[in-house]
């Protein structure tokens, strides 16, 4: 049994995502930039996540043993036509960040693109000194497609962003 699983955003989970999105330290590796948020704005943010979006999936990651949300994952700009969407991933719990939990959250969220989605290629960008998540993003089978130089501004500098690919070909088989 996998240590965590996925499930869909629930207003109860407002007061967790309120905490997180006014987390500056949890901004430092994301690409976009740390602004305040407000619990009004937060929950006007919430809603819109739970209602059904044909150019988005957004779930919860939870860990199994004792259902506790410990970040976020999404499928984002899913285009119909090309069968691809943008994955999108964040811990904001942070005594649970660098245990592998966003490896097997994100093959838990490639595999219901591929299979139940019908999506046939998935990408991420990865602010370039982020050098764990691309390394780990390597070795899960992401292979590096390109750079974005100057994409992101982050701590008063512009700063490259890497593009991460993976397509339905690169899903190893459940015997593997």
Not at 36 to 63: D, G, I, T
Not at 148 to 174: I, M, N, Q, T
């Amino acid at each position: 049994m996998d240590p965590v699983y996925l499930r869909a955003l629930e207003l109860s989970d407002l007061d967790r995502t309120y905490k997180w999105h006014n987390d500056a330290d949890l901004y430092e590796t994301l690409g976009s930039p740390y602004r305040f948020v407000s619990h009004a704005s937060e929950e006007e943010w919430l809603r819109k996540k739970q209602a059904y979006s044909p150019q988005e999936v957004s779930l919860a990651v939870c860990l199994t043993e004792n259902s506790q949300h410990i970040g976020n994952i999404y499928l984002r700009n899913i285009d119909w036509v090309a069968r691809n969407a943008e994955l999108a991933i964040f811990f904001g719990e942070t005594d649970q960040r660098l245990k592998g939990y966003g490896t097997i959250a994100a093959r838990l969220l490639i595999k219901h693109a591929f299979q139940d989605l019908g999506l046939v290629r998935l990408y991420a960008f990865v602010i370039e000194d982020n050098g764990p998540t691309i390394r780990v993003s390597e070795k899960a089978g992401w292979t590096i497609e390109g750079k974005l130089r100057k994409h992101a501004f982050k701590d008063g500098k512009f700063k490259d962003v890497v593009v991460l690919g993976f397509c339905a070909g690169d899903l190893p088989s459940e015997g593997d």
